[in-house]
């Protein structure tokens, strides 16, 4: 993703203050008006807010993630975005559509031909195999099954199952059926994806094999991604931006960075507190600037390299490190010095 088209295009998904209220007669709630709503309100009509006044814009590309603790309302969130959940009042825009005015049929095309969709729990067919998993929201949509066969067996080589299309999920491990799930819900091509916790079921190495497979797919495919995580190095390694939620309020979105560097609030600073500040620190914050595309170094890193990403340079170099831009061009230097400070855990001055 490139920062303009963030700033220039229209977003692909736009949330504006969006509520989603659970409750008997939580329709009401449109009635309450929101200056009168508070926790006593709340209470007194035995309502729970799962999702509180949020709003954000997320550009193409973007791989956005939603961090929070269990219960601060994630999954209704992400659910409210295909209005799988219809939210009790806001606005949810979808490439310049307003998704909660669609009609059923029209939202059903939107869903089927632009949203993809992974869950925590595989939720996969038991009694149809790989193939016909993956092939499943095509088969739905009517498409022919030689046309759908060749499609998913595209999507099956492409998560790297190639030869196991005729397996039964029961007969793969948990990374392989969340292969399965993750080609299911490209088969249709869509260009927004959903993934709420798809990778909290499986073991750390399993996890950690599925992010690096996610990227992967991500740089060859560049879907609008958002993605549902309680793990921060999991939304540390993945993410653009993170939105941390607090019981149902969005309490501060930023880079991996700003959230580190700077945490709006203690809840933040909790979540932050252990992460190595090398982690998500870019080149770009520490280094000096320089005019004139000149620097007298041999050994160059690119501005939005991350310092613990690129630590290995200290030991092909004994000068300072040249900085380039996306174009190539020199824009800075950093010193040995407060590389190895920052690697040590030090704070930026
Ligand atoms: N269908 C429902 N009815 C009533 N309360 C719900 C329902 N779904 C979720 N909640 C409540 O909304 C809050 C947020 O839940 P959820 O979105 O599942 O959180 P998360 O995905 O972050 O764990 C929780 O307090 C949960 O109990
Ligand atoms: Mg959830």
Sequence with gaps: MSKNSIENERPVISCLNVWKVFGANATDFEKEKLDNLNENTLTAKKWTAAVCDVSFDIGRGE?????????????????????????????????GENLLSVSDEKLIEIRRQKMGMVFQHFALLPNRDVLGNVAFPLQVQGISRKEREVRASEMISLVGLEGRENFFPAELSGGQQQRVGIARS????????????????????????????????????????????????EAIKIADRIAIMDQGRIVQIGTPEDLIMRPANEYVARFTK????????KVSTIMKPVAGNHAKTSSFLNINDRVADVADILTKTQEAIGVRNDG??????????????ILAGADIK
């Design 186 to 233: 490209l088969a249709s091509n869509p260009s927004i994806w959903f993934l709420d916790e798809p990778f909290s079921a499986l073991d750390p190495l399993i996890r950690s094999d599925l992010q690096d497979e996610l990227l992967r797919l991500q740089a060859q495919l560049n879907k609008t991604i958002v993605f549902i995580t309680h793990d921060l190095d």
């Design 63 to 95: 791989v956005f993630v939603i961090m929070g603790l269990s219960g601060s309302g994630k999954s209704t969130m992400v659910r409210c975005m295909s209005r799988l959940i219809e939210p009790t009042s806001g606005d949810v825009n979808i490439e």
């Design 274 to 281: 252990g992460v190595p500040k090398s982690k998500v620190v």
């Design 328 to 341: 190539g061009d020199i824009v800075g230097v950093v010193d040995r010095e407060t590389f190895i400070r």
